[in-house]
């Protein structure tokens, strides 16, 4: 059975000082297609809209319901038809309550979904590796409930970042989680196969005693 395209929903919320991280990311397409990462063929504007949306602050704008109806369901579709790993970041959607989360996540129920949350990183010095753990851990447990609920184990993922960091930086952050996942599926792979291959051996000596 042929696995689904994964889809990194960058949720933010960093980094915070750049606007439109589609475009951002658009500019490093072919940094992001090396790992085969794709981003959904819109434009930063559709993006905003379906923010708008899903979290329901479309008046805050001075938008009217119509003005943002169906934006995240078109991001879903275009995405969808990439047919590829694709990465979508609208780094508002941290702030989504359970509700929303969930209808966020609908939307993209043709993918694997992975969340992925950019909090602050820190000044760690070399020793602090399990404060950073724990700190990341606390993120998680933070927006766990929101999200989890419908996501696969290990599908919400936190990678600090800086609030100052450049376009370029969450690149590569997103190509270091793709590729972590790409080697968690390798490695369920030559797990299962090392298991199907332990049977067949097991059948042929049953065969051969008999």
């Known amino acids: 059975m042929a696995r689904k395209n994964r889809a990194f929903l960058h949720i933010g919320p960093n980094p915070s000082h750049l606007e439109a991280l589609h475009d951002e990311l658009a500019a490093h397409a072919d940094l992001l297609d090396t790992v085969g990462l794709a981003l959904p063929p819109v434009d930063a504007a559709l993006i905003e809209l379906a923010g708008h949306e899903m979290l329901r602050d479309h008046k805050a704008a001075g938008l009217k319901r119509k003005d943002v109806e169906g934006a995240w369901a078109k991001v879903a579709r275009k995405a969808a ?45 070399d020793g602090a590796n399990d404060w950073a753990n724990d700190w990341a851990n606390d993120w998680a447990a933070t927006l766990a409930p929101a999200w989890n609920r419908d996501l696969k184990a290990g599908r919400l993922l936190v990678s600090p970042l800086s609030d100052d960091a450049s376009g370029v930086d969450l690149a590569e952050n997103l190509i270091g989680l793709a590729l972590c996942a790409q080697k968690r599926h390798l490695d369920n792979r030559i797990a299962t196969l090392k298991r199907r291959r332990k049977d067949v051996r097991r059948r042929l000596e049953l065969l051969d005693a008999s």
């Not at 694709?86 to 359970?98: E, K, L, M, N, W």
């Not at 993209?108 to 969340?115: A, K, P, R, S, W």
Request: proline content about 4%; charged content about 25%.
């Open 81 to 125: 038809k990439t047919g590829s790993d694709v990465v979508i970041s609208q780094p508002r959607f941290h702030t989504a309550s359970d509700e929303q989360a969930e209808l966020i996540l609908h939307a993209l129920g043709g993918f694997d979904v992975h969340v992925v949350i950019t909090p602050d990183d820190a000044e760690l010095d």
